[in-house]
């Protein structure tokens, strides 16, 4: 993964249909723990639907929640379970 410096723009994440996420900034496709070393290094993002372009999650936030919570696997070592 691309090294981002904090405080600089957001990278952005497309997620489509298939569930796949796709990072715009290293033009490659994702996963939840690529996510959650994104929260360790504490670079900022925020996930799109591709489709719709409608935001879906924006890291950090105060309690993320839902699907995408990378909240807890960087917290705990399995995350949580969906």
Do not use: C
């Not at 990278?11 to 569930?19: E, F, G, H, L, S």
């Not at 033009?27 to 489709?51: E, N, P, W």
């Amino acid at each position: 993964m691309a090294s981002e410096q904090a405080g600089s723009e957001p990278v952005i994440i497309k997620k489509y249909a298939n569930r796949r996420l796709y990072n715009t900034a290293t033009s490659s496709y994702v996963t939840l723990d690529d996510l959650a070393g994104m929260v360790r290094q504490s670079q900022d993002f925020i996930v799109y639907d591709a489709k719709t372009l409608e935001e879906i999650k924006r890291i950090p936030m105060k309690k993320p929640s839902g699907k995408y919570n990378v909240w807890n696997k960087t917290r705990y070592s399995e995350g949580t379970s969906h």
